[in-house]
């Protein structure tokens, strides 16, 4: 029985040695053309993975480019809103009419003129600088100081300093007065003829009659009045930031410009 046995499992193995040699090319084959696609897919989907890297990475600059330009054009919108409202808000402040053809240049101040003094500071060289003449200094709408000309250049004083004077109106009455200045929040406006009556809240403008400012500009609100001899004088409050002149615009009344010319 054994006997038999072995010879059954010699049969058996005999018969998968001729068909491993009657099949062995035909397996070969089959493995071959299996690991050339394997190996072809594993190249298609490194290449596939590659590109979709270096797109995303592409995509990548080019959303943080736009990004960069989108922030940008962000900034420079706001900016061109901020001057149209300053403008805007200015042109309401100043009841400027078809017929007003004052001048505004924008001005940076450049330090102050004396440490310790923050109502003077130097000025960057406007384009329409005349030093034989004055100018006013409108910030927020306000009008904040005057503009003269010391070693040549243009000397900005602000309104809490008592160098800066200019024009004004006062109240209903209009009563016309000069603004000195006091501190960085008051003035005080003098040479009111002593007639005319006055009253707490009353708003100071500029007259516009010094070829400083044009007409019509806030200054402040009137706090308080002293009888003097023959006249009186008007304490008032300032509507403007004397401390912080961070950007000024510099005016001048359309009759002056011309005179100058």
């Known amino acids: 029985m054994n006997r038999f046995n072995r010879k059954i499992t010699l049969l058996i193995l005999l018969g998968i040695v001729v068909l491993f040699s009657l099949y062995s090319a035909s397996v070969r084959t089959f493995f071959v053309a299996f690991t050339t696609t394997i190996r072809s897919a594993y190249i298609d989907m490194t290449h596939a ?13 080019t959303i943080e480019r736009v990004q960069k330009e989108y922030e940008t054009l962000q900034k420079r919108l706001l900016e061109c809103r901020s ?23 924008p001005v940076r101040p450049e330090g102050y003129a004396m440490i310790g003094n923050f109502q003077q500071l130097w000025l ?6 005349n030093p034989m003449r004055n100018y006013g200094v409108v910030r927020d709408g306000y009008a904040v100081g005057i503009v003269v000309e010391k ?8 309104a809490g300093d008592p160098e800066c004077t200019f024009a004004v109106y006062i109240g209903g009455v209009r009563a016309p007065g ?5 501190d960085a929040r008051h003035m005080v406006v003098k040479y009111i003829p002593q007639w005319l009556r006055l ?38 409050e300032l509507y403007g930031d004397t401390l912080h002149p961070d950007f000024v615009w510099i005016t001048s009344p359309a009759a002056a410009s011309k005179s100058d010319s």
């Open 124 to 129: 960057d060289r406007f384009e329409n600088f």
């Open 199 to 236: 009253k707490p809240g009353d708003e100071v403008v500029t007259s516009g009659l010094d070829h400083i400012f044009p007409p019509g500009i806030p200054v402040g609100r009137l706090l308080s009045t002293q009888k003097m001899q023959g006249f009186q004088n008007a304490y008032i």
């Open 178 to 182: 000069i603004a000195m200045g006091s």
């Open 83 to 105: 001057d149209a409202s300053k403008y805007r808000f200015m042109k309401e402040a100043l009841k400027m009419g078809p017929d007003t053809n004052a001048t505004f240049e």
């Open 49 to 61: 993975i590659e590109d979709a890297a270096k797109k995303h990475f592409d995509q990548a600059e």
């Open 151 to 158: 070693k040549l250049r243009p000397l900005m004083i602000l």
